[in-house]
């Protein structure tokens, strides 16, 4: 199999997982990452193995928990006991205080896309030296996520009026699709009650 047929077919699979299992870890767990407690938007929520698929967890919802995008890049392969204490070491929301105020704002609609992610290089460490000193922002250029840019806070712009009204429209016409949806899916779970009902009506 080629690559592009493995994305495929990996992407396929994940959306599946997620139309799947998302709704279930939501009633479990509510809409808050599992690890730092944060309000989980679309765009910033992500599925996490509790035990790593690379040490043995399985892709059984019982191993599944919903983590931000932050969470579940920090915490890598660790070990459940292990996590809390690597993401409160990389944390980006207590930071010293001799460290500028960030910029941008995770969430936030910039110029290429929207802030997933936000982190500090102290000087010094090996990931300032790969990606430059200061905050750093992991910005989704689509909405698949699979398309991450990191940025210096320099290379970052604003949005332009006609990108956000741009993006307004875009989110508006999703509204209008999921409301589409949910009617046809409204009208065939009538139908099937009905068809259920009929052939009741001819048992008895
Ligand atoms: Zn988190």
């Not at 047929?5 to 939501?26: F, G, H, N, V």
């Not at 910033?44 to 932050?70: E, F, V």
Request: net charge neutral; charged share 25%.
């Amino acid at each position: 199999m080629d690559s592009s047929t493995t994305l495929r077919r990996y992407k396929r699979l994940y959306r599946k997982a997620r139309r799947e299992k998302l709704p279930r870890l939501i009633e479990k767990y509510g809409d808050r990452c599992f690890w730092c407690e944060c309000h989980l938007t679309p765009e910033i929520m992500t599925i996490d193995h509790y035990i790593p698929l690379s040490l043995g967890g399985s892709n059984k919802t019982d191993n599944l928990r919903l983590a931000c995008y932050g969470c579940n890049q920090k915490r890598g392969n660790a070990m459940p006991e292990d996590t809390p204490e690597i993401i409160a070491e990389k944390s980006c929301i207590r930071f010293p205080s001799h460290w500028p105020q960030p910029k941008y704002q995770l969430g936030q609609l910039v110029s290429l896309g929207r802030i997933i992610g936000v982190e500090y290089q102290s000087p010094g460490t090996r990931r300032a030296y790969d990606l430059g000193l200061g905050w750093i922002y992991a910005v989704l250029i689509d909405d698949l996520g699979y398309d991450t840019l990191q940025l210096k806070e320099s290379e970052i712009e604003l949005p332009s009026l006609s990108l956000l009204q741009a993006e307004i429209n875009y989110e508006k016409l999703l509204v209008e699709i999921h409301q589409k949806n949910l009617g046809c899916l409204d009208e065939q779970m009538g139908a099937l009650v009905q068809l259920d009902k009929s052939l009741e009506g001819e048992q008895a």
